[in-house]
């Protein structure tokens, strides 16, 4: 198989003009090597980009990504120095984009459905591109809306595609001249395949989530089970309406429903990450998960407030 050695050259080239289109990238190991799809574990890590595991290893992590584009520092460093020769766009938010990613199997649905692929992949199946929507659309989102048809994948929130003009050992990752993104409304709501109906639309997420009941603190019965608890999400979107005001403040806040609502000190601390994530750039000046754990755990000095309980939905409400 061919070696290009300029092959970092033209990927660090690809990754700027994609970050000046406010798109969010990471490295991969591209080329022919057998980890041509996986993240570039050394680039991150070098960058600063890793955890710690339970053997105090370090772990290479790309989360960072899914919340900012990268530096121009970064991208050099990925490329022009670790040498990096795939691309991968993070999907989600982040970037403004969902991919929904068709394998050789889902060819024949695809036709069907009228699309035209973005990209062509090596394996001869192809990427379609869609506009976030606006809500959180799950990677590998089946679980949520239904199972999705053979060959259907879809890369939102915490996912990644490989990008033109990468390649693996089956070839290069290529463009076709279409250009106008795939309408939500083009998908439609169920497909049949092979007599089996799917909910298409739905288990890509790209259906608009039914919106949740307020939660609010009153006298009653703390969750009793794990099924009945509060979910995290809503503490960390209800905590994040304090950020505006004061991030710590909103940290505080999620400390003491986390307490409330019968959740370890321990678990609030590890999803206070998820908040800082959230609310980093919505003030001037740093605000560190250092910080939001310490406004976690003076929280949880603080006497357990009164359970969330959900308020039953008036039928005629507008």
Request: glycine share 10%.
């Amino acid at each position: 198989m061919t070696v290009y050695s300029d092959e970092p050259e033209q990927m660090f080239k690809e990754a700027c003009v994609r970050v000046e289109r406010g798109l969010s990238v990471i490295p991969t190991g591209g080329g022919i090597s057998p980890k041509a799809k996986q993240p570039h574990h050394e680039a991150l890590k070098a960058t600063g980009h890793f955890t710690i595991n339970r053997e105090g290893k370090r772990r290479s992590s790309w989360k960072e990504m899914q919340r900012r584009l990268p530096t121009r520092e970064e991208l050099e460093a990925w490329y022009l120095e670790h040498r990096a020769r795939g691309l991968g766009i993070v999907t989600g938010q982040v970037s403004g984009w969902v991919v929904i990613d068709v394998d050789p199997a889902g060819l024949g649905l695809l036709q069907e459905l009228g699309w035209a692929p973005h990209v062509l992949t090596p394996s001869g199946g192809a990427h379609l591109y869609l506009k976030h929507p606006g809500w959180y659309v799950a990677s590998n989102a089946s679980h949520a809306g239904g199972t999705l048809p053979p060959g259907f994948d879809v890369r939102g929130d915490g996912g990644y595609i490989m990008a033109p003009p990468s390649r693996n050992r089956a070839g290069t990752y290529r463009r076709t001249d279409v250009r106008r993104a795939l309408d939500i409304e083009a998908v439609p709501e169920e497909v049949t395949v092979d007599g089996v109906i799917y909910p298409l639309r739905a288990a890509l997420g790209l259906v608009r989530p039914a919106p949740v009941a307020k939660a609010s603190r009153s006298e009653g019965t703390a969750p009793g089970n794990e099924d009945d608890q509060v979910p995290v999400w809503l503490m960390i979107d209800r905590a994040a309406e304090y950020a505006s005001e004061s991030r710590n403040k909103g940290a505080f806040m999620f400390g003491l429903w986390m307490h409330a609502n019968g959740y370890l000190q321990s678990a609030a601390e590890r999803h206070v990450e998820e908040y800082v994530g959230l609310v980093a750039d919505l003030r001037h000046g740093q605000f560190t998960l250092k910080e939001a754990r310490q406004a976690v755990a003076s929280a949880y000095r603080y006497d357990r407030q009164e359970p969330w309980v959900r308020q039953e939905q008036d039928e005629h409400a507008a």
